[in-house]
């Protein structure tokens, strides 16, 4: 579907506010001239939770990235399709257009606690500034340990004059969350907000975004290797493999009828979603190096329903009453 430029227009009879908060289109991004994602459309609506799993190098975090204008850092551009913000085309839009959205709009928080807070100023000091940036002529003090109330800090003010690495992972990711909620984003993307914590903390963390998403009204993309906790946190799931999107669905729909065999297979290695007593299965081989793709269907090579028309191009993402497989056998087989 081509739209316009700049700003996106509502359908007839149709409010803003019915706009997704974030879409991507038929996007493609290189790295150092090779593709590493290709053919990704993705939708987030208001308030919606959204999960995007995979195995690593599948092109999830590169994706994350062009949501929120990053890509420039990692010597990324996207080379075909579009990314919308709040009704906005920002496919091509400059570092300092990315900024007036960026924290307000769209927020992110990455994988690393540690390395992304700064180890010389104290955790204070760093939601103080971001306080300033988005809440000028506020009460600064009284927004940050509100802030900190927000995400359920023990000590707030032992966490104001400490630095970071005087905290728990768990208190830096609350820290990290509080500093991506400081702009009231519309959009908060948790890229692994859980790698490295026991599971006693990952329960908690998630708990908390969870809880963020319903007060504050805001989306959330959560990305994580873990499905039981895509399954418990979303509403819908996209699966990427090898740089693409290969099913996507409804949450519960996704892990209880899987169409593609690669998501049948992440489900069946997963001890939380395998029921009690049933054998865990692996995938044979792994998965292709980014942008170091066969022609066809990107898993065939690990497929044990692959056949010669699996070969013969990469299968578009086709919607079947909500859910979207890319599998030219998927209604053959029973997975």
Same mark, same amino acid.
């Given at each position: 579907?081509?739209?316009?430029?700049?700003?996106?227009?509502?359908?007839?009879?149709?409010?803003?506010?019915?706009?997704?908060?974030?879409?991507?289109?038929?996007?493609?991004?290189?790295?150092?001239?090779?593709?590493?994602?290709?053919?990704?459309?993705?939708?987030?609506?208001?308030?919606?939770?959204?999960?995007?799993?995979?195995?690593?190098?599948?092109?999830?975090? *590169?994706?994350?990235? #062009? $949501?929120? =204008? +990053?890509?420039?850092? @990692?010597?990324?551009?996207?080379?075909?399709?579009? %990314?919308?913000?709040?009704?906005?085309?920002?496919?091509?839009?400059?570092?300092?257009?990315?900024?007036?959205?960026?924290?307000?709009?769209?927020?992110? *928080?990455?994988?690393? #606690? $540690?390395? =992304? +807070?700064?180890?010389? @100023?104290?955790?204070?000091?760093?939601?103080?500034? %971001?306080?300033?940036?988005?809440?000028?002529?506020?009460?600064?003090?009284?927004?940050?340990?509100?802030?900190?109330?927000?995400?359920?800090?023990?000590?707030?003010?032992?966490?104001?004059?400490?630095?970071?690495?005087?905290?728990?992972?768990?208190?830096?990711?609350?820290?990290?969350?509080?500093?991506?909620?400081?702009?009231?984003?519309?959009?908060?993307?948790?890229?692994?907000?859980?790698?490295?914590?026991?599971?006693?903390?990952?329960?908690?963390?998630?708990?908390?975004?969870?809880?963020?998403?319903?007060?504050?009204?805001?989306?959330?993309?959560?990305?994580?290797?873990?499905?039981?906790?895509?399954?418990?946190?979303?509403?819908?799931?996209?699966?990427?493999?090898?740089?693409?999107?290969?099913?996507?669905?409804?949450?519960?729909?996704?892990?209880?009828?899987?169409?593609?065999?690669?998501?049948?297979?992440?489900?069946?290695?997963?001890?939380?979603?395998?029921?009690?007593?049933?054998?865990?299965?692996?995938?044979?081989?792994?998965?292709?190096?980014?942008?170091?793709?066969?022609?066809?269907?990107?898993?065939?090579?690990?497929?044990?329903?692959?056949?010669?028309?699996?070969?013969?191009?990469?299968?578009?993402?086709?919607?079947?009453?909500?859910?979207?497989?890319?599998?030219?056998?998927?209604?053959?087989?029973?997975?």
């Amino acid at each position: 579907m081509t739209r316009p430029s700049g700003q996106r227009v509502s359908p007839p009879g149709s409010q803003a506010s019915e706009l997704p908060v974030a879409e991507i289109q038929d996007l493609a991004i290189s790295v150092a001239g090779r593709q590493v994602v290709t053919r990704v459309d993705l939708d987030i609506a208001a308030g919606e939770a959204v999960g995007l799993v995979g195995e690593s190098g599948s092109g999830k975090s *590169v994706t994350c990235r #062009s $949501l929120i =204008g +990053l890509l420039d850092f @990692i010597g990324a551009t996207v080379t075909a399709g579009q %990314v919308w913000i709040a009704g906005r085309d920002m496919t091509s839009a400059s570092q300092r257009e990315w900024q007036a959205l960026r924290g307000r709009t769209v927020s992110l *928080v990455p994988q690393a #606690s $540690l390395a =992304g +807070l700064d180890p010389l @100023i104290q955790v204070g000091a760093q939601l103080r500034e %971001v306080v300033r940036r988005h809440d000028r002529g506020t009460d600064v003090s009284a927004r940050t340990l509100e802030l900190l109330d927000q995400v359920q800090m023990p000590d707030p003010q032992r966490v104001l004059r400490a630095y970071p690495h005087e905290l728990s992972g768990g208190m830096r990711q609350r820290a990290m969350i509080a500093l991506a909620i400081a702009g009231r984003p519309a959009l908060l993307i948790a890229d692994e907000a859980t790698t490295a914590l026991d599971a006693t903390i990952q329960r908690s963390i998630l708990k908390l975004l969870s809880s963020l998403r319903t007060d504050l009204g805001m989306a959330l993309l959560l990305v994580s290797h873990d499905l039981a906790v895509i399954r418990s946190a979303t509403d819908q799931v996209a699966v990427m493999y090898a740089g693409t999107i290969v099913e996507r669905a409804a949450s519960r729909e996704l892990f209880v009828h899987p169409r593609h065999p690669y998501t049948a297979g992440l489900a069946a290695a997963d001890p939380a979603l395998v029921p009690r007593g049933k054998p865990l299965r692996s995938m044979v081989g792994d998965p292709p190096q980014p942008g170091a793709w066969a022609p066809g269907c990107r898993f065939a090579p690990r497929c044990v329903y692959q056949r010669p028309v699996c070969e013969q191009a990469l299968p578009p993402l086709i919607d079947q009453g909500g859910h979207a497989v890319a599998c030219v056998r998927a209604a053959e087989i029973s997975l």
